[in-house]
């Protein structure tokens, strides 16, 4: 099946960490570029990290720089997202994405979009 499904997220205090696990079909985790994006209620949709599949090379938005990695297994069809240091400002529904012809945090051009895992960060 074509499909992208977001797991591990929930509710922590500022200063805590989560793990956001996204399991996508062969097809779509093997598109050359999977990212995370985030959205608060209210809020525009805006890219947190970005990964190739081949070089595995990575970026971030600057709002999360040393605090949060992106990883994938490739043998489990399974992108990551390590979440140290949360803050409250980075509650939101998370969504994983792949298809990206730029692989950039600040464009959104992906054809693939999971349905999301919400995380909650109170002070």
């Known amino acids: 099946q074509e499909q992208l499904v977001e797991s591990g997220g929930g509710s922590v205090q500022t200063g805590g960490s989560l793990r956001l696990s996204c399991v996508a079909s062969e097809y779509i985790y093997r598109r050359n570029c999977m990212g995370w994006f985030r959205q608060a209620p209210g809020k525009p949709r805006e890219g947190v990290a970005t990964?190739?599949?081949?070089?595995?090379?990575?970026k971030y938005a600057d709002s999360v720089k040393g605090r949060f990695t992106i990883s994938r297994d490739n043998a489990e069809n399974t992108l990551y997202l390590q979440m140290n240091s949360l803050k409250p400002e980075d509650t939101a529904m998370y969504f994983c994405?792949?298809?990206?012809?730029?692989?950039?945090?600040?464009?959104?051009?992906?054809?693939?979009w999971g349905q999301g895992t919400q995380v909650t960060v109170s002070s």
């Open positions: 990964i190739y599949y081949n070089s595995g090379m990575t």
């Open positions: 994405a792949a298809g990206s012809l730029f692989c950039d945090p600040g464009r959104s051009d992906y054809r693939y």
